[in-house]
């Protein structure tokens, strides 16, 4: 998929960019002429990825865990220094919690998830906000899920997280509004990435999505960074505080009813 998108000069840092969702939104963003910072946790699956997407110098992989506060703020310092700035953070970095209903729920899942999920985002954000305030403008894109918008079964703790993304996406937003800093989410169904692919081997899983999407099919990492690249240009200039539903129209009702 090619846009004409001109992100030239604007600096970028994509967390969980080794795989998956984060991954394709970095390449997305670096095809559109960003330098673009390819950040996980996974330091050489980063690294890799950055060379993957093809424009030396303008993509570098960086090994930093979200969920510690003093990590990214050196991280973020360090890539500010080097790129000119930040204008753009996409915050895909993530993980889920074990599908389990609630009655059988781990706090060491709850305080991990919550760590990553949530925390990870206010800390990528807040130690952000300086460097996208100084460039006088910035886009905070941050991943959510449709389980923030609907509940799906035996997922509580992964659904608290994520509904905590959208309420703290309006938060930021808000606060930031002034600087001229917009915060927006995307809400995705399942895409096919290895965070879901394991899911998504049930056939029945699979079945069952497909029928339950009114649009019929599961997404791809592409089906998302397109979205990012929308909420990370001036095409986007007037939204901030939302969350998009990227899902095939599953949060607008049940497809298969057909009244005669
Ligand atoms: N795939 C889906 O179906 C789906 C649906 C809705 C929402 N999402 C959300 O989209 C985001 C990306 O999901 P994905 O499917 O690409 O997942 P994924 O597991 O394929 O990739 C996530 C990446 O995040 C990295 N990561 C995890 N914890 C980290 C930490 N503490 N610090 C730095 N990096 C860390 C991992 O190393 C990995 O590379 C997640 O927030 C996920 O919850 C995914």
């Excluded at 206010?122 to 006088?136: D, F, M, N, Q």
């Excluded at 509904?163 to 927006?184: E, F, K, P, Q, Y």
């Amino acid at each position: 998929m090619t846009y004409a998108v001109d992100l030239t000069g604007r600096s970028a840092v994509v967390t969980g960019a080794a795989q998956g969702i984060g991954k394709a939104v970095a390449a997305m963003l670096c095809r559109a002429g960003a330098a673009v910072a390819f950040v996980d946790r996974n330091a050489a699956g980063a690294e890799a990825a950055a060379r993957e997407a093809g424009v030396p110098g303008r993509a570098r992989g960086i090994g930093v865990d979200i969920s510690d506060e003093t990590s990214v703020a050196s991280a973020w310092q360090d890539i500010a220094a080097q790129a000119g700035g930040i204008d753009i953070v996409v915050n895909a970095a993530g993980v889920i919690s074990p599908n389990v209903p609630a009655d059988q729920a781990e706090m060491s899942d709850f305080d991990r998830v919550i760590a990553v999920n949530l925390k990870g985002i206010l800390i990528t954000a807040k130690h952000a906000y300086p460097h996208l305030k100084a460039g006088g403008r910035g886009s905070i894109i941050n991943l959510s899920s449709q389980a923030a918008l609907l509940s799906l079964p035996n997922q509580a703790i992964y659904t608290a997280s994520k509904g905590g993304v959208t309420s703290l996406t309006r938060s930021l937003a808000i606060d930031w509004a002034r600087d001229n800093i917009r915060v927006n989410a995307i809400a995705p169904t399942f895409i096919r990435t290895p965070m879901a692919e394991p899911m998504l081997a049930d056939p029945a899983v699979l079945r069952a999505s497909e029928r339950r999407i009114p649009l019929g099919r599961v997404g791809v990492p592409d089906d998302i960074a397109s979205v990012a690249l929308f909420l990370a240009s001036d095409m986007s200039s007037l939204m901030t505080g939302q969350t998009l539903a990227v899902d095939g129209g599953w949060s607008i009702g049940e497809p298969g009813l057909d009244l005669k």
